[in-house]
């Protein structure tokens, strides 16, 4: 069992930047593939971020690419995503998720542990 708790969400204005941080507990951490996805009001959830095992290879959404960076502290058994230059799309509720997937996975059904989300919000 691994538990996720994302903390760093808040109310920015475009052009600001945020660091979603991204605590895990349980099992150990490196074992797992970690993703960021978000959710707008009235949209399916979607992929953003995902970092492979032990801080591996990352890869990201055409939308983020560039803007986003994601990395880990295994030491601290959390990941980050780093926001700049926030656009007022980019506000959802975004949530960190674990994978004992072996790869990069980029949808939500391979994803095994969900933390509660965090909201973004960018004004305009």
């Known amino acids: 069992q691994v538990q996720l708790i994302e903390s760093g969400g808040g109310l920015v204005q475009a052009g600001d930047s945020l660091r979603l941080s991204c605590a895990a507990s349980?099992?150990?951490?490196?074992?797992?593939?970690m993703g960021w996805f978000r959710q707008a009001p009235g949209k399916e959830r979607e992929f953003v971020a995902v970092?492979?095992?032990?801080?591996?290879?990352?890869y990201y959404a055409d939308s983020v690419k560039g803007r986003f960076t994601i990395s880990s502290d295994n030491t601290k058994n959390t990941v980050y995503l780093q926001m700049n230059s926030l656009k007022p799309e980019d506000t959802a509720v975004y949530y960190c998720?674990?994978?004992?997937?072996?790869?990069?996975?980029?949808?939500?059904?391979?994803?095994?542990?969900w933390g509660q989300g965090t909201q973004v919000t960018v004004s305009s």
């Open positions: 998720a674990a994978s004992r997937g072996y790869y990069s996975p980029v949808t939500p059904g391979e994803y095994d542990y």
């Open positions: 349980g099992r150990a951490f490196s074992n797992y593939a």
């Open positions: 970092i492979a095992r032990s801080g591996g290879n990352t």
